[in-house]
């Protein structure tokens, strides 16, 4: 009887020594991104050293499907939660992208006219001087103004809904006539968001769940609620003048959630740009319309659709940052490749723009 058990003993330690051995000799499994996965890295940890960025997740698409992804850092200083793939966290302004999608989805069905007067769909936005139009918010050609000097930023005011939310602004005058200049407004935005609520018969995030996030599979992406309890979420940091991480300052995003008020990570933002190149978002005619510059009045171009147009090396690049308190984000779409870079920090004030282009230039050289 112990002669048996020392002889099975001795087969189950052969046995596992052989699977050891094999485990060995099996070859490493290719990195996501081949040869260029070191370079990649490096860019990160540079960007990372040289920026003093508490912590960021980064996501890569190459050939129309998921690559990699990765968290670096700190996600949360005071409790060493490090930043992962699918850390939370405030997009800023690549909200803007989600909401004009939103509305050409509208375009499509027939329930928005580019080139109706506004209140046809948002009647609590006040008549200016001249009609403004769907079109010109999407371009920021209507003259409706940004945020003011220390003041809208920093609004630590919670307002339930789009058309709450408008009250902060609505009877300001414009800027400039309707198209005839391009003026960065994340308020313009929000009335765009008010376009999309009256015309889809929906509140705004509803429309954008059921027609945008959930069809693109973006599970993590939702407004911002600083109320709410969302797992994974991250903590936001600004630099004090002596280079050290502090809590950012306080913030309700509830003011603009069309134009800077969702939160989400990086994987989520590349399963967006895939969902576009695919077709599930938009038709693809929809899609060429939006890489296709506006035109201010006067004829100047003003390259901007929901994000901000430009060529690289004769396909079309499609890119929106975001900024607001505790954050730092970049979306960079090379629809014509298959291509895209998410970045989402949650340091504010850092370059992550200049991370991405340094990423798509080591993988599309």
């Known amino acids: ?43 990160v940890s540079t960007a990372m050293s040289k920026q003093r960025i508490s912590g960021l997740s980064i996501a890569v698409a190459m050939d129309g499907r998921p690559r990699w992804s990765q968290g670096y850092g700190f996600a949360d200083i005071e409790n060493s939660v490090p930043f992962t793939a699918g850390t939370v966290w405030r997009l800023g302004s690549i909200s803007k992208p989600i909401t004009a999608v939103a509305a050409m989805q509208l375009v499509e ?12 769909y948002c009647p609590a936005f006040p008549e200016k001087e001249k009609p403004i139009t769907s079109r010109q918010l999407l371009g920021h050609l209507s003259g409706i103004r940004h945020y003011a000097p220390n003041e809208n930023f920093n609004s630590t005011h919670h307002y339930e809904g789009v058309v709450a939310s408008l009250e902060s602004f609505k009877k300001d005058p414009l800027l400039h006539p309707p198209g005839a200049s391009y003026t960065y407004s994340t308020y313009g935005y929000v009335v765009l968001g008010c376009v999309v609520e009256g015309a889809s018969g929906r509140p705004f995030a509803d429309q954008v769940r059921e027609n945008v996030t959930g069809p693109a599979g973006m599970e993590r992406t939702r407004p911002d609620d600083v109320a709410a309890i969302v797992p994974g979420r991250a903590h936001g940091y600004e630099k004090a003048p002596s280079g050290e991480f ?18 989400s990570t990086a994987p989520d933002l590349i399963r967006f740009a895939l969902a576009l190149d695919e077709g599930k978002l938009l038709k693809p005619e929809t899609f060429r319309q939006m890489q296709t510059p506006m035109k201010t009045t006067d004829g100047k171009e003003s390259p901007y659709f929901g994000w901000t147009i430009a060529d690289r090396k004769g396909d079309k690049l499609l890119t929106h940052g975001g900024s607001q308190q505790g954050t730092a984000t970049y979306l960079l779409m090379v629809p014509a490749k298959g291509f895209a870079v998410a970045v989402i920090a949650n340091t504010e004030s850092v370059n992550t723009g200049e991370l991405a282009r340094a990423v798509a230039d080591i993988l599309l050289p």
Do not use: C, H, W, Y
């Not at 087969?11 to 070859?27: R, V």
């Not at 502090?246 to 939160?263: E, M, Q």
């Open 1 to 43: 009887m112990q002669n048996r058990i020392r002889r099975s003993a001795i087969g189950l330690l052969a046995f596992a020594t052989a699977l050891g051995l094999a485990a060995q000799s099996a070859a490493p499994p290719s990195p996501p991104l081949g040869e260029a996965q070191q370079r990649v890295e490096t860019a």
């Open 109 to 120: 069905r027939g329930r928005i006219d580019l080139d109706a007067p506004i209140q046809k």
């Open 246 to 263: 502090r809590n950012a300052a306080l913030a309700d995003t509830s003011n603009k959630v069309p134009g800077g008020g969702f939160v």
